[in-house]
């Protein structure tokens, strides 16, 4: 088992800044891919960033691409989603999720094993 706790989120000014992080703990040595989600009010959940275990990879959903970064640090067993110019858009609940069955980083929800409880993002006008 692996649980897995977001942080970070809150209420931040358009054109803001917040850094997420989602804490792992349990079986991490099993964690490969890592990544983070998001759900706005009233849609789906939607991809935001995937990183491989080594941290050489990392996609990004293209309405974040250029303003989130995500990285991880293996030995605090710790992913990252540093999250600049935030849009009004940008609100959403935010969620981790990690992958134990060697799939490579991609947007499919469904390759993700564990999820954490999520985190929210208000981004005001």
């Known amino acids: 088992q692996v649980q897995l706790v977001e942080s970070g989120g809150g209420l931040v000014q358009a054109g803001g800044s917040l850094r997420l992080s989602c804490a792992a703990s349990?079986?991490?040595?099993?964690?490969?891919?890592m990544g983070w989600f998001r759900q706005p009010p009233g849609k789906e959940r939607e991809f935001v960033a995937t990183?491989?275990?080594?941290?050489?990879?990392?996609y990004y959903a293209d309405s974040v691409k250029g303003r989130f970064t995500i990285s991880r640090d293996n030995a605090k067993n710790t992913m990252y989603l540093q999250m600049n110019s935030l849009k009004p858009e940008d609100t959403a609940v935010y969620y981790c999720?990690?992958?134990?069955?060697?799939?490579?980083?991609?947007?499919?929800?469904?390759?993700?094993?564990?999820w954490g409880q999520g985190t929210q993002v208000t981004v005001s006008t």
């Open positions: 999720a990690a992958d134990v069955r060697l799939n490579p980083p991609n947007n499919y929800a469904g390759a993700y094993d564990y």
């Open positions: 349990g079986r991490t040595g099993s964690v490969y891919a």
């Open positions: 990183i491989s275990w080594s941290g050489g990879r990392t």
